[in-house]
């Protein structure tokens, strides 16, 4: 059985979109998406209300699962904890060009704006990647073992759903909650009006997490095919090299 390294492009290309869309996440935060809803849900409303990164931010999940079930636990939680570290550039980056003299003050006023979110919501969404990533691998993983490797939907839809649970809690708590309250950074956010945040919130997670299966499904099939046909080649031609040295 060949493995999936034997096809370096689907490694690179999971990683890229897994950095990619954590990145657009970072970007997106600070923006409030208001999404209709065809009718009103209890505690929900007409309209579910969620930041801007939920969206980028799913596709990490889906990214994260691929890895994992090609690559193994342990490269999916460096993947996952190199990545926390890069949030940290990302905001270096962000933050040292915004403090860098500026040719236009008002345009400058609006970079600031827009790419600046605010220290709750970093502080949040940083808390709950850290946490909800790893904990995705780790039960990605319990349950490969328990199914002794079947049902990669199982796995997929389970550690996606209880990771976006955690993610949902711990970054709605903090960055809406706990920090305006008790730290006195951000607006303070009535807890009724956090509770429907974080249903809201989860209820769109829960179905990415439904709809993005076959996908998982279709890349990890991808890559495999795709090292079984580079494995094939590589031992046709090492047993062509094995020939010509023996017909000397």
Known sequence: MSRPDDWPVGRVAILALFVTALVTAQLTASKVLAIPLPTGLPRIGGTIFLPGAALAYALTFFASDCYSELYGPRDAQVMVNVGFVMNFVLLALVW????????????????????????????????????????????????????????????????????????????????????????????????????????????LKLLIALVDTPFVYAVVGVVRSRADAAAKAAAAASAGDAESIDDF
Request: glycine share 6%; hydrophobic share 50%; no cysteine.
């Open 96 to 203: 040292s060009t915004i403090f860098a003299p500026a040719r236009n003050p008002e345009f400058a006023a609006q970079f600031e704006g827009v790419l600046a979110p605010a220290t709750n919501i970093v502080a949040g969404s940083l808390l709950a990647y850290l946490v909800s990533q790893n904990w995705d691998v780790i039960v990605f993983h319990r349950l490969r073992e328990a199914t002794d490797g079947d049902f990669l939907w199982l796995r997929n839809i389970a550690s996606t759903a209880t990771s976006q649970a955690i993610d949902t809690v711990i970054f709605v708590g903090i960055a809406f909650y706990l920090l305006p309250r008790y730290v006195g950074i951000g607006a303070e956010t009535p807890w009724s009006v956090v509770v429907t945040l974080m249903l809201g919130q989860y209820l």
